[in-house]
């Protein structure tokens, strides 16, 4: 069985249908739209073969999960949640000091030691004050932090499940922390292709939402992919070569004219010629891996 297959079955991926970020309408009337280019697939695909971000999806740490999660239950009201949205965040306190280097360890085996980002880093990251972040009448209602704490949470890398250095940020009238992986930047590993710019350039790709499960056999794989409210759903077409698997999701006879702005996510299932096995899933919108959606996972050091 392949990293991927047992990096899904550990993390416990599960969940089926279709989710709607809005109320539906009925769809007007469609035309045909092209399947996606397999030229985007083909040149993700080998920009990936023999690339060291290839050797380090194999051989060191690439995590295929976002490096911030939410407090758990997700925020209190509309107002945090713009604010998180906004990167508009205020400090009262002080936090810890230099972090020098963490240690990252593998649940199947292996450890790697790596250097850290101090909590200060890591919260102006957080922080929008800087160029494209909230400024004027967005710059109101910040989250405040009043702490943090150096901890681990549980990512889904590569190679399968790890326990990753993070800095848990205590947020006030809050219970539960905001957590930001505490790995320096050196550790993000870049993509060999750079994402296609908008939506505009490629009105035949969408990006992926993420990684639903792979079958225990590895032949078919199950991905949420997004479409509009008029419509027929989205579709995901796989380019699969020894070295990785390059996902193209397009939306089906698309309508002309006007239509309300509304993302529904469906799940998707992606048959393959044969077992996925250790290639990598890549989606050809971003030239990334695909994410893999896992639950939350995370606890503080000494807990």
């Not at 199950?222 to 419509?231: F, P």
Request: proline residues 7%; aromatic residues 4%.
């Amino acid at each position: 069985m392949g990293a991927l297959c047992l990096l899904l079955a550990a993390a416990g991926v599960a969940g089926c249908g279709e989710q709607t970020v809005a109320a539906d309408v009925d769809p007007g009337p469609s035309v045909r739209v092209a399947a996606p280019d397999g030229g985007r697939a083909q040149q993700v695909s080998d920009a990936w073969k023999g690339s060291q971000a290839a050797r380090q999806w194999r051989e060191g740490f690439f995590s295929l999960d976002l490096w911030i999660q939410e407090p758990q239950h997700t925020f209190q009201n509309g107002e945090d949640k713009v604010a998180y949205g906004n990167r508009n965040f205020d400090l009262e306190g002080s936090l810890p000091g230099k972090a020098g280097k963490g240690t990252i360890r593998w649940e199947g085996g292996g450890s790697q030691t790596a250097p850290l980002n101090s909590a200060q880093k890591v919260f102006e990251q957080l922080d929008g004050d800087g160029p494209g972040g909230a400024d004027g009448d967005d710059d109101k209602n910040p989250l405040i932090v009043t702490g943090a704490k150096l901890g681990e949470i549980t990512m889904t890398t590569s190679r399968g499940p790890a326990c990753v250095p993070a800095w848990f940020f205590t947020l006030k009238g809050y219970n539960t922390p905001l957590k930001h992986v505490a790995l320096s930047d050196s550790m993000r590993v870049k993509s060999p292709v750079k994402p296609l710019e908008s939506q505009a350039q490629t009105d035949d790709l969408m990006p992926l939402q993420g990684l639903r499960s792979v079958a225990k056999d590895g032949r078919s794989i199950t991905v949420s992919a997004g479409h509009g409210s008029c419509d027929d759903g989205p579709a995901v077409k796989a380019l699969q070569t020894g070295d990785n698997v390059v996902l193209s999701a397009s939306i089906l006879n698309r309508a002309e004219g006007a239509c309300p702005s509304i993302l529904n996510i469906k799940e998707v299932k992606v048959k393959l010629d044969r077992p996925l096995g250790d290639r990598i899933l890549l989606d050809a919108f971003t030239g990334a891996p695909v994410i893999v959606e896992t639950p939350d996972s995370a606890k503080p050091v000494g807990s």
